[in-house]
C-alpha cells in the first residue's frame, strides 16, 4: 500500500480557504497544522513531505521545489503584517521581530535597508509576547493578532503588504506549497489548487465559522480574505518572488544560487 502523503499547513486564518476541502481533494494525504517556523523546520527533517511554509525558507533547500499556484499572497494592503514605529521610521535604531515568520521580517529589513539606508539592531520577539513586551523603536508583528488595533499609540504603522507593493510595484507571496525533492507528489498539485478553488467559492461558509475564533466580525473577515489576500501563483508572483529574492540576497538574509523551481503545475494568472 501506497504511504500517505504528509503535508503540513498553518491554522492562522489566511491559510483557511486554501485547507477548507484539501482532504476531500487529496485523501492520499495526512494533513497535519503547526506554526510557519516549525512547518519548515519538519519538511527540512523529512517529517513532512509537502508543506505551506515562508518563502524565505523555500530559498535556504536547493532540493525543493514549488508544487502548487495556490499560495498566499498579497497585492496590495494585507492588514495581518504590520510595523508599528515607536520613532520616525528614519531614525529607527532598534528592531524587534515576530519569532513567527522569517519571510516578513525580511520584509521589514528590505525596505528600511532600501528606504532609509538602515540596519537596526534586532530583537527576538518570542511568540506570544506582543507589543508591550518590548521597547524597540519599531516592532513587527504578524498573523491574527496584528489585525486588531493595539492600545498604544504609535508615531506610524506600515501595513507591509500595503509598502511593499507600492514600492516595489509587484505582489508579494508569503508562503507556498513547496516539496522536498525526491517525493512522488503525482495529482497532489490539482488537488491543492482544487482545494483553493473551493474554498474562495464557499468564504461565506468559512468566516461564519471562523470569524468568531479571530476575534472578527463576519463582514471583516471576509473583506480581508477576499480582498486582502491573493491566492494564485502567477506570472507575476514569480517574478515577486525572484525579487524579493534578490534583496534578500542583498542583505546575506538567504544564500547565493536560490532558483525558483516548479513542479506539475502550470501558473493560471
Known amino acids: 500500500m501506497k504511504p500517505r502523503i504528509r503535508i503540513g499547513a498553518v491554522s492562522y486564518l489566511n491559510t483557511k480557504p486554501l485547507v477548507h476541502r484539501l482532504e476531500q481533494f487529496a485523501p492520499q494525504a495526512q494533513l497535519v497544522f503547526d506554526l510557519p517556523s516549525r512547518l519548515s523546520t519538519r519538511l527540512a527533517n523529512g517529517e513532512l513531505d509537502v508543506a505551506l511554509i515562508p518563502c524565505i525558507d523555500y530559498f535556504d533547500h536547493a532540493d525543493y521545489h514549488i508544487l502548487s499556484d495556490a ?3 498579497c497585492r496590495g494592503p494585507v492588514l495581518s503584517v504590520k ?46 509576547m506582543g507589543l508591550g513586551d518590548t521597547t524597540s523603536d519599531a516592532v513587527l508583528l504578524i498573523g491574527d493578532r496584528a ?35 525526491n517525493i512522488d507528489t503525482s495529482g497532489l498539485a490539482e488537488a491543492l489548487s482544487s482545494a483553493r478553488d473551493a474554498g474562495l467559492e464557499e468564504l461565506d ?65
Open 71 to 73: 499560495c498566499i499572497g
Open 83 to 128: 510595523l508599528y514605529f515607536r520613532v520616525s521610521p528614519s531614525e529607527v535604531t532598534t528592531l524587534a521581530l515576530d519569532e513567527g515568520s522569517r519571510t516578513s521580517a525580511a520584509m521589514a529589513r528590505i525596505l528600511l535597508s532600501q528606504r532609509y539606508g538602515l540596519a537596526p539592531q534586532l530583537e527576538s520577539l518570542p511568540i506570544g
Open 147 to 181: 489585525i486588531h488595533s493595539p492600545p498604544e499609540e504609535f508615531v506610524e504603522t506600515w501595513d507591509l503588504g500595503e509598502h511593499w507593493c507600492r514600492w516595489s510595484e509587484l505582489p508579494f507571496v508569503f508562503a507556498m506549497w513547496t516539496a522536498r525533492g
Open 205 to 269: 461558509s468559512i468566516v461564519k465559522i471562523a470569524a468568531p475564533m479571530a476575534g472578527m466580525t463576519t463582514d471583516d473577515c471576509l473583506t480581508y480574505l477576499r480582498d486582502n489576500l491573493y491566492f494564485y501563483l502567477g506570472a507575476p508572483q514569480r517574478k515577486a518572488l525572484q525579487f524579493y529574492y534578490n534583496h534578500a540576497l542583498g542583505l546575506d538574509l538567504v544564500p547565493s544560487g536560490g532558483d525558483l523551481k516548479f513542479n506539475d503545475y502550470q501558473a493560471t494568472r
